[in-house]
Each structure stands twice: as structure tokens, then as C-alpha cells.
């Protein structure tokens, strides 16, 4: 079974851009999470998608946004880039149940210069 | 305000010793806790998992317990490996619908051989 898979991999940008990343979940999965991963602070929850809907939320300005599509892959968006969105942004793939396990994809390193 | 804690930022041991990793947690609401493994340059690993209605669980080198009456959990690993020396991150979830798992900073552990 072929796991989450994150694209692009690596991604500079400069501040004031905007950047989609992509995640492709486990085949089977209905729910993505997000997570941004920045030194010293863990990982913190951006959102949920499941079933093409949002079903949770993180505290992160509303320059981040997401959505999912009907083959349960999702995307997430940020615009106006500041240099603080510099981060590892992880997407975890589950069959959606609040206990169910996450599985993570290698992640995004998004440089903002 | 952080709701997972992982005071510990690293923690090395020697090879064949016992490894304890330490979470503490503020919100009650939380009844469903994880531990994940990062190595670098990929996503995290699920390690495992305990429910509130447990304070033990075992799943070979690794345990978890959980005190629930002083808001805490620790991660058990015997014998320590190198191939053990990752980032470990606590995990938990509870009072909400769907998939919305907070996490905490991180330990970094190191298996010295």
C-alpha cells in the first residue's frame, strides 16, 4: 500500500507570495490533517479535511486555507508569504475515526527569503 | 499556552539501558494519547498508543504509562538501540469530533553505542 505522498518536497519563496502544497493520502483514507513543524514548537494542527470538508481547525491566521477533493486528496494554501511561514508543513492521512491512527507524509520544507 | 508539554528538549542513554521519555498534559479533556518517532527528513513514525481507560500499555521495547490523576505519560523503551536515536513526540486528543491532535515539542533522544 503506498503511503502519504507530499509534493513538492522542497520549495523557496520570497515574502508576499502565495504557495500551494499538495498531499495525496493512503488509498482508503477519507481525513487529511496539516501541520506546521517549526523548531522548538512541535508540530501545530493547521486543519482537518474530511470528506471534502473542513471538521477542524488550528489557531493559524486565515492567510492559511485548505481544501480537499472528491479522491480525498488535499491542498493547502498560504497566501502573502512572511518569513515566519518557514517551516516543515506535514499532511497525515487516517480513515478519519477521532482515535484513528495518523500517518504521516515526509513533508514540504517551505523556505520563505 | 501549550496543552502538551515535553520538558526534556534531549535525553541521551547508553546502548541496552532503558530510555524514559516524559509528557505532561494540561487539558482534561484529553482521553487518547500517542507517541510518533521523527528521524530526519521524513514524517513521523506512529509508535504507539494508549486510551484514558488504560495506564499501561506494551507494544515490544515499548511502553506507555499513564497517570491520569497527575496529568501524566512516559514512554518506556528497554533495551535502547542507536537505531532508537530520533525525535519522540507525545501526542493527544479528546473533547473533540474528528482528528484534532495536539502535540508536544518534541525530546530529542540519543542511543549512544
Known amino acids: 500500500k503506498a503511503g502519504v505522498t507530499q509534493t513538492p518536497r522542497y520549495l523557496i519563496k520570497t515574502r508576499g507570495q502565495q504557495v500551494t502544497l499538495s498531499c495525496s493520502p493512503i488509498?482508503?483514507?477519507?481525513?487529511v490533517s496539516w501541520y506546521q513543524q517549526t523548531p522548538g514548537q512541535g508540530l501545530q494542527f493547521l486543519f482537518e479535511?474530511?470528506?471534502?470538508?473542513?471538521?477542524n481547525k488550528g489557531n493559524f491566521p486565515g492567510r492559511f486555507s485548505g481544501r480537499q477533493f472528491s479522491n480525498s486528496r488535499s491542498e493547502m494554501n498560504v497566501s502573502t508569504l512572511e518569513l515566519g511561514d518557514s517551516a516543515l508543513y506535514l499532511c497525515?492521512?487516517?480513515?478519519?475515526?477521532?482515535?484513528?491512527?495518523?500517518?504521516f507524509g515526509p513533508g514540504t520544507r517551505l523556505t520563505v527569503l | 499556552d501549550q496543552q502538551v508539554k515535553q520538558n526534556s528538549p534531549s535525553l541521551s542513554v547508553q546502548e541496552g539501558r532503558i530510555s524514559i521519555l516524559n509528557c505532561d498534559y494540561t487539558n482534561s479533556m484529553f482521553d487518547y494519547f500517542l507517541w510518533y518517532k521523527k528521524y530526519p527528513a521524513e514524517g513521523p513514525t506512529f509508535l504507539i498508543s494508549i486510551s484514558s481507560i488504560k495506564d499501561k500499555n506494551e507494544d515490544g521495547r515499548f511502553t506507555v504509562f499513564l497517570n491520569k490523576s497527575a496529568k501524566h505519560l512516559s514512554l518506556h523503551i528497554v533495551p535502547s538501540q542507536p537505531g532508537d536515536s530520533a525525535v519522540y513526540f507525545c501526542a493527544a486528543s479528546g473533547g473533540f469530533y474528528g482528528q484534532n491532535f495536539v502535540f508536544g515539542p518534541g525530546t530529542r533522544l540519543s542511543v549512544l553505542p
Open positions: 479535511y474530511f470528506s471534502e470538508t473542513q471538521r
Open positions: 488509498s482508503g483514507h477519507r481525513s
Open positions: 497525515a492521512s487516517s480513515t478519519g475515526t477521532d482515535t484513528d491512527t495518523q500517518y
